[in-house]
């Protein structure tokens, strides 16, 4: 057996010497071995199916067990070893004549399958030989010896960076975390045992282990969010995730039948307990990237984005519907319908809307909208405001009114779809159906990111009956031939929306209070953003009955959020952590007094979910689909929402 400390004291982290070992390749030995590899391997090709041929860096992959794959994919890979021994895994990628089998001085010739000991899959031939000096070509690998808490590339210098196997054993390893995000420049996929698994027994099992074997080598069980804080310090956000096993590794070793192990993994993958409690688990972290938008740090935004759309300075995307086309918007009064209705209206559309009669139309008076006063869900009301539309855009929602009955949920969300579908099929010349639901059907994402298969949990009245409405929608449309898309945006954002200003004004404390741990994750949608993709879905012909997650390619964590916001204002805060239990426990009472005295409640589980549960999603669709990238990152939305906030008096900069 191999031991770092009997190999080289060079480096201050030697940990993936141990998995280089004979030892350790002989755990992935066999059928049961080759299986669990092969869960790795299509995880992490999955990860970067959308990214062929870039530059990839294997931090501690001695092993061999990623190199193998990415160069048949024709990845340049460059692996980095603490030590020469580390090599001998992968000797066969290069094709040079090294030793590729355990104890053995023959050469693999091209061609020749390697032997399951060795810890390597077979058919190797098409691997090419990289030389020493200079990057890995397409396909190749190449092999260096390096320190891996200074690693010797300049920062950015590999588009994705792998480390497997090694953040668990790493003493140091939130500086490891730092040097693997400092060359990457667009992203690092990482693998490690979670605590929120059965592997939680490890660590004990594992001191054992290392008494027994004189084993020197650190062992650390993670919560996903020590993981996601620590790359959040450098910059990085959690993409995709996957557990791996649900079972613990050794138990499958143990029964040496990779027919049963693969059999009973593949029902708990169905059942969603390897998604929930998988381990180890595989995660991809993308660089934050800060885009340009639209006003500096130094400007003051417009009042609104409606003014800021009257002065020219947002543009929506180019409106395929002929000018002149007679459209309808339900929720023209609320944020995002004033601002749709608006980029409508500018577009040359004759654009209709529904409005209570208790609503406030001042903030649209300058646009010839033809306003049809009353209910969404009344039959009178809808039948007279379709009449010769070939668009709706139905956006009207019950939103944050706890005080009213379940029924009010019902009618404004359910019956309100089911008239406005019906009348939209009396009109032979009707387009499409864009109907705006919300990301809150899934509930709490138990692993995060999730797209559009992801079931729907619901949690509330307003998800459930929103996710009613989505179901009823797309049974109506199968039997009837009308033309849909459904929207599901993230949180809602921008100038103009007071629903995130709670949250700005205590990050603008001296301290901060959260519900939970601070690290869960959210994702956001700028209101700029979210109406130019209506639009496009309403004409765009691969949006016809389709869903799509409406969100920044990247989420934020509330701690992140807090940050960026202060920082914009000149603060610094101090977080306290409050339990989330008592506080659910009171929303509870909290609602149902304030439900019977007709009030809205101060607290209610909804807004205490915005502390509590994660909701991170994958936009690939929407881009892939619709082709369509958002202008707004996180961070610029954030600060020029901070800066709009300042400019009415709601918060203040700290000098």
Same mark, same amino acid.
Request: hydrophobic share 45%; with cysteine; glycine share 8%.
């Given at each position: 057996m191999?031991?770092?400390?009997?190999?080289s004291?060079?480096?201050?982290e030697t940990?993936?010497?141990?998995?280089?070992?004979?030892?350790?390749a002989g755990?992935?030995?066999?059928?049961?071995?080759?299986?669990?590899?092969k869960?790795?391997e299509?995880?992490?090709?999955d990860?970067?199916?959308?990214?062929p041929?870039?530059?990839?860096?294997?931090?501690g992959?001695?092993h061999?067990?990623?190199?193998?794959?990415?160069?048949?994919?024709?990845y340049?890979?460059?692996v980095? @070893? *603490?030590? /020469?021994?580390? $090599?001998?895994?992968i000797?066969?990628?290069?094709? &040079? %004549? +090294? !030793? #590729?089998?355990? @104890? *053995?001085a /023959?050469?693999? $010739?091209?061609?020749?399958?390697a032997p399951?000991? &060795? %810890? +390597? !899959? #077979?058919?190797?031939?098409?691997?090419a030989?990289?030389k020493?000096?200079?990057?890995?070509?397409?396909?190749?690998?190449r092999?260096?010896?390096?320190d891996v808490?200074?690693?010797?590339?300049a920062?950015?210098?590999?588009?994705?960076?792998?480390c497997?196997?090694l953040?668990?054993?790493?003493?140091?390893?939130?500086?490891?975390?730092?040097?693997?995000?400092?060359v990457?420049?667009?992203?690092?996929?990482?693998d490690?045992?979670?605590?929120?698994?059965?592997?939680?027994v490890?660590p004990?099992l594992?001191?054992?282990?290392?008494?027994?074997?004189g084993?020197?080598?650190?062992f650390?069980?993670?919560?996903?969010?020590e993981?996601?804080?620590?790359?959040?310090?450098?910059?990085?956000?959690?993409?995709?995730?996957?557990?791996?096993?649900?079972?613990?590794?050794?138990l499958h070793?143990?029964?040496?039948?990779?027919?049963?192990?693969?059999?009973?993994?593949?029902?708990?993958?169905?059942?969603?307990?390897?998604r929930?409690?998988?381990?180890?688990?595989?995660?991809e972290?993308?660089?934050?990237?800060?885009?340009?938008?639209?006003?500096?740090r130094?400007?003051?935004?417009?009042?609104?984005?409606?003014v800021?759309?009257?002065?020219?300075?947002?543009s929506p995307?180019?409106?395929?519907?002929p000018?002149?086309?007679r459209?309808?918007?339900?929720?023209a009064?609320?944020?995002t319908?004033?601002?749709?209705?608006?980029?409508?209206?500018?577009?040359?559309?004759?654009?209709?809307?529904?409005?209570?009669a208790?609503s406030?139309?001042?903030?649209?008076?300058?646009?010839p909208?033809?306003?049809?006063?009353?209910?969404?869900?009344?039959?009178?009301?809808?039948?007279?405001?379709?009449?010769?539309?070939?668009?709706?855009?139905?956006?009207?929602?019950a939103?944050?009114?706890?005080?009213?009955?379940?029924?009010?949920?019902?009618?404004?969300?359910?019956l309100?779809?089911?008239?406005?579908?019906?009348?939209?099929?009396k009109?032979?010349a009707?387009?499409?159906?864009?109907?705006?639901?919300?990301v809150?059907?899934?509930?709490?994402?138990?692993n995060?990111?999730a797209?559009e298969?992801y079931?729907?949990?619901?949690?509330?009245?307003?998800q459930?009956?929103?996710?009613d409405?989505?179901?009823?929608?797309?049974?109506?449309?199968q039997?009837?031939?009308?033309?849909?898309?459904v929207i599901?945006?993230?949180?809602?954002?921008?100038?103009?929306d007071?629903?995130?200003?709670?949250f700005?004004r205590?990050?603008a404390?001296?301290?901060?209070?959260?519900?939970?741990h601070?690290?869960?994750?959210?994702?956001?949608?700028?209101?700029d953003?979210?109406?130019?993709?209506?639009?496009?879905?309403?004409?765009?012909p691969?949006?016809?009955?389709?869903?799509f997650?409406?969100?920044n390619?990247?989420?934020?964590?509330?701690d992140?959020?807090a940050?960026i916001?202060?920082?914009?204002?000149?603060?610094?805060?101090r977080l306290?952590?409050?339990?989330?239990?008592?506080?659910?426990?009171?929303?509870?009472v909290?609602e149902?007094?304030?439900?019977?005295?007709?009030?809205e409640?101060?607290?209610h589980?909804?807004?205490?979910?915005?502390?509590?549960?994660?909701?991170?999603?994958?936009?690939?669709?929407?881009r892939?689909k619709?082709?369509?990238q958002?202008r707004?990152?996180?961070?610029a939305?954030?600060?020029?929402t901070?800066?709009?906030?300042?400019?009415?008096?709601?918060?203040?900069?700290?000098v």
């Amino acid at each position: 057996m191999v031991s770092p400390h009997n190999i080289s004291d060079k480096f201050p982290e030697t940990a993936d010497i141990e998995t280089a070992s004979d030892d350790y390749a002989g755990r992935f030995a066999g059928a049961v071995g080759a299986w669990m590899l092969k869960i790795q391997e299509v995880a992490v090709l999955d990860l970067l199916q959308d990214h062929p041929g870039v530059a990839v860096l294997d931090v501690g992959g001695g092993h061999g067990q990623l190199a193998v794959p990415l160069c048949r994919e024709k990845y340049p890979v460059t692996v980095v @070893g *603490s030590a /020469e021994i580390c $090599r001998r895994r992968i000797a066969a990628l290069v094709d &040079a %004549g +090294l !030793p #590729a089998r355990p @104890g *053995s001085a /023959e050469a693999l $010739r091209p061609g020749e399958s390697a032997p399951a000991k &060795a %810890g +390597l !899959p #077979a058919d190797l031939s098409a691997i090419a030989l990289a030389k020493e000096e200079g990057p890995a070509q397409a396909g190749q690998c190449r092999f260096q010896v390096a320190d891996v808490l200074k690693l010797p590339f300049a920062d950015r210098s590999f588009d994705t960076v792998l480390c497997f196997r090694l953040v668990t054993h790493c003493a140091r390893w939130e500086e490891l975390i730092g040097e693997l995000c400092r060359v990457a420049a667009r992203a690092v996929i990482v693998d490690y045992p979670t605590s929120q698994s059965l592997n939680c027994v490890a660590p004990r099992l594992f001191g054992a282990k290392k008494k027994l074997e004189g084993n020197t080598r650190a062992f650390r069980l993670f919560r996903h969010e020590e993981i996601v804080g620590a790359f959040a310090r450098h910059s990085f956000v959690p993409g995709r995730r996957s557990g791996q096993f649900c079972l613990p590794m050794v138990l499958h070793r143990r029964l040496k039948c990779r027919l049963l192990s693969a059999a009973v993994e593949g029902l708990l993958r169905q059942a969603g307990l390897v998604r929930r409690w998988g381990s180890p688990v595989i995660l991809e972290l993308r660089r934050r990237e800060t885009a340009t938008f639209a006003y500096p740090r130094s400007a003051s935004p417009p009042a609104t984005l409606c003014v800021a759309l009257r002065a020219g300075e947002l543009s929506p995307p180019p409106c395929e519907i002929p000018a002149g086309t007679r459209v309808l918007v339900t929720g023209a009064t609320g944020f995002t319908g004033a601002l749709l209705a608006r980029k409508l209206v500018r577009s040359g559309l004759e654009v209709h809307a529904i409005a209570r009669a208790s609503s406030n139309l001042e903030a649209l008076r300058d646009l010839p909208i033809r306003w049809h006063r009353g209910n969404v869900f009344d039959e009178a009301v809808v039948a007279e405001a379709t009449q010769g539309v070939d668009y709706i855009f139905h956006v009207a929602a019950a939103y944050r009114e706890a005080r009213h009955a379940d029924a009010m949920y019902a009618q404004v969300h359910v019956l309100s779809t089911q008239l406005l579908a019906r009348a939209a099929l009396k009109n032979p010349a009707f387009k499409r159906f864009v109907h705006v639901s919300t990301v809150g059907v899934h509930g709490h994402i138990a692993n995060p990111p999730a797209d559009e298969l992801y079931s729907m949990h619901p949690g509330d009245i307003y998800q459930q009956t929103k996710a009613d409405a989505e179901l009823w929608l797309r049974d109506f449309a199968q039997k009837k031939p009308l033309p849909y898309t459904v929207i599901r945006p993230a949180a809602i954002y921008g100038p103009g929306d007071k629903r995130l200003l709670k949250f700005f004004r205590m990050a603008a404390r001296r301290v901060l209070f959260l519900l939970g741990h601070g690290q869960c994750l959210y994702h956001l949608i700028h209101v700029d953003d979210l109406t130019n993709i209506m639009i496009l879905a309403a004409t765009h012909p691969a949006a016809r009955d389709e869903i799509f997650i409406c969100g920044n390619p990247d989420c934020v964590t509330l701690d992140q959020m807090a940050r960026i916001v202060a920082g914009e204002l000149g603060n610094r805060f101090r977080l306290v952590r409050l339990p989330a239990f008592p506080f659910f426990l009171a929303a509870d009472v909290c609602e149902w007094v304030c439900r019977k005295l007709g009030v809205e409640p101060p607290i209610h589980r909804r807004r205490l979910a915005f502390f509590t549960k994660d909701r991170s999603f994958n936009t690939r669709k929407l881009r892939e689909k619709l082709g369509y990238q958002v202008r707004y990152s996180n961070e610029a939305g954030l600060i020029q929402t901070t800066a709009w906030y300042c400019e009415q008096g709601w918060l203040k900069r700290r000098v």
